[in-house]
């Protein structure tokens, strides 16, 4: 087997419940931001924390990369804020290391890495389908969404006319499951 994870290096991402440090030389993010306004070292303010190497995610996706047929995407989850440890930091490790899509749960969350020039033309898919007010923006900024219910295409359409643009989606398919998806 192939090692996915290597421990090492100088940068990385640390995360707790209140908040993250994150310093990387993985295209320059540094800084550190904690949700109670405190500054320093996690372990100088948190008896616990993640974390988790930036250069190690690119290394991880790149070994998937290695062990899928060439000019086969690979989407690289990171929602709930690339799972705590940060969608903006993580995104751009993915993508560093060959993450050709990136998803994520809600609308707020793909428009907070459309917005970074380095992931302005990546595609990003949002699992759940937005409220209704959210679709206008995001068909703007070609994000994808995830239909589940046909009944959900005619809201779509009307959208995407009223904004001139085409709606890309994603049509999740009930294959047996019975969980969610068009059957």
């Known amino acids: 087997g192939r090692e996915l994870v290597r421990f090492g290096g100088r940068s990385g991402v640390r995360a707790d419940g209140l908040g993250m440090y994150y310093r990387s030389y993985c295209r320059g993010l540094e800084g550190f931001v904690v949700m ?3 500054q320093g070292e996690p372990r100088d303010l948190y008896s616990t924390w993640a974390e988790v190497w930036l250069p190690n ?3 991880n996706v790149r070994e998937l990369r290695r062990s899928t047929p060439e000019g086969a995407a690979v989407m690289a989850v990171v929602k709930a804020n690339g799972y705590g440890h940060g969608a903006v930091p993580v995104s751009l490790a993915a993508v560093e290391g060959g993450a050709t ?3 994520v749960a809600r609308a707020d969350e793909a428009l907070e890495l459309r917005r970074r020039e380095e992931l302005r033309d990546i595609p990003i898919l949002v699992f759940v389908m937005p409220p209704a007010g959210a679709l206008p923006e995001l068909i703007q900024e070609r994000v994808a969404v995830c239909v589940h219910d046909t009944a959900q295409l005619p ?3 009307e959208v995407a006319k009223d904004t001139g643009e085409r709606a890309s989606i994603h ?5 047996g499951m019975s969980r969610v998806g068009i059957q």
């Open 101 to 103: 899509q990136l998803a």
């Open 171 to 175: 049509l999740k398919i009930d294959t």
């Open 155 to 157: 809201m779509l359409e």
């Open 57 to 59: 995610i690119a290394h």
């Open 36 to 38: 109670n306004g405190s």
